[in-house]
């Protein structure tokens, strides 16, 4: 098959996939969607991007308690509980949960040690100040409840981060290098948001929402202002499938929340309570973690009325990373000079270029912008003119992303290849970012170096 003929597939089983009614079973769409990216599949655009050396073949059972169940052979591993999707292999249009990023505080937790994830047991209790009536719901409940499905990219709050170090000579950021492939798009079952307020019948003073796991660890949850989840209700909820399936362990089985186009954790896994009040809740994710900190961020206004579960006022340093930004990628790996460390099983030494052979080259990438979805997406190679990328369909809009691609006729030498996606609102995406000590949300225009031989 043709990489035209498997596009033109890819987007009529999108289309198809929309039509189908909210109750019913998209397997069929995702088992085709496989089924055709296994015919179809094309070698990476560069020699060596492969899955890690030595690793497990798929299926194989883990000889010991592993901190993460799912096979990581597609990933690349940036710590004990946090995978990384090999950007430079991303092909299709949805990605498998083979190659979904991972990214936990904690080790996954299992059935046997939390009984509560067992569907049988799991119930979530919704209560607070904020609500006429708190409820309890159980598994059996929510999946009879009426849902919604929804395909939208999840990324991690830190994917990027390694451009501080790398682009703008930011060493005093920390935390994990990510490179750029913490980010898959998937499609999410759920029960909105505006089901369960209906259910528990929403105070007019409701100010927020604390989603709370405690499951994988004692201090996981994280707050969303009620007016952030009032001004689309019907898009965040209460997931139980992904990409047409049950959700697995490392991706908060059986209940998650999804948030789309907000950073992977206000998307919290194993969700067991949420708590609505007429006040503001402070926890580690949204103070010590997920938290804009540097000299270009004010810290939120505290009223004595807030809640702190494990934090105190002096935590509160800098606003809660909330909407991810605009961002485009090539299919190439980064070149990694700067940076703290390197994963183990990445493609490139360090300092080490990418290669490709000279000629004719077909250039392939992402964009996405989740807030109001991409409009264009440009390219320049060398520091000359932006020109214009060609944007493959489907292009489903807002929470969802788009691949593109441009030719190049690649000569022999070093190189440099930039991208930057344009929103529907016109907003560009920004050659740098200010400094932030966690190193969030990176969206820099990325300078991708290539050596052409």
Request: with cysteine; net charge positive; hydrophobic share 40%.
């Amino acid at each position: 098959m043709s990489i035209k003929k498997q596009q033109q597939e890819e987007t009529k089983l999108v289309q198809e996939a929309l039509k189908i009614g909210p109750q019913a079973d998209r397997r069929r769409f995702f088992v085709s969607a496989a089924a055709i990216g296994a015919a179809t599949a094309v070698a990476p655009l560069f020699a060596g991007a492969q899955s890690a050396p030595g690793a497990a073949p798929a299926g194989a059972a883990p000889a010991a308690r592993k901190a993460l169940l799912k096979n990581d052979s597609r990933l690349l591993n940036i710590g004990a509980t946090v995978r990384s999707g090999n950007y430079w292999d991303f092909t299709t249009y949805m990605t498998p949960v083979e190659e979904f990023y991972v990214r936990n505080h904690y080790p996954t937790p299992m059935v046997e040690q939390k009984p509560i994830l067992d569907p049988k047991n799991w119930k979530m209790k919704v209560h607070g100040n904020a609500v006429d009536r708190s409820i309890d719901i159980t598994y059996d409940d929510l999946i009879k409840m009426p849902s919604r499905t929804i395909i939208a990219t999840m990324e991690c709050h830190g994917n990027g981060r390694s451009l501080f170090w790398e682009q703008q000579d930011q060493m005093k950021v920390a935390g994990g290098n990510w490179v750029l492939g913490a980010v898959g798009q998937a499609e999410w079952q759920y029960v909105s948001l505006s089901h369960i307020f209906g259910l528990v019948g929403l105070k007019k003073d409701a100010k927020s929402a604390l989603f709370w796991s405690g499951v994988d660890g004692s201090d996981m949850g994280r707050p969303m202002p009620m007016s952030d989840i009032l001004s689309r209700p019907n898009d965040i909820g209460i997931c139980y499938k992904m990409n047409g399936n049950d959700l697995t362990a490392d991706h908060g089985a059986p209940v998650r929340l999804v948030v789309p186009g907000w950073g992977g954790t206000a998307s919290i896994k194993w969700l067991t309570d949420i708590k609505i009040d007429n006040f503001n809740h402070w926890v580690r994710l949204n103070t010590r973690g997920e938290a804009y900190i540097g000299p270009d961020y004010q810290a939120p206004v505290i009223a004595s009325t807030d809640e702190f579960i494990g934090v105190t006022p002096e935590d509160v340093k800098g606003p809660m990373v909330a909407w991810m930004p605009i961002k485009s990628i090539i299919t190439v790996p980064l070149v990694l000079e700067k940076s703290p460390s390197i994963p183990a099983n990445y493609p490139l030494k360090r300092g080490e270029l990418p290669k490709l052979n000279a000629g004719p080259q077909l250039i392939k990438g992402y964009a996405w912008a989740p807030q109001y979805g991409i409009r264009h997406v440009e390219y320049r190679i060398d520091n000359g003119s932006w020109q214009r990328a060609a944007i493959m369909q489907p292009n489903l809009g807002r929470y969802t992303w788009v691949r593109f691609d441009f030719p190049w006729n690649a000569t022999a030498g070093n190189h440099v290849i930039e991208t930057r996606g344009i929103d529907m609102r016109g907003n560009i995406q920004p050659e740098t970012v200010p400094f932030n000590q966690l190193g969030m949300a990176n969206n820099a225009i990325v300078k991708f170096k290539i050596q052409v031989v």
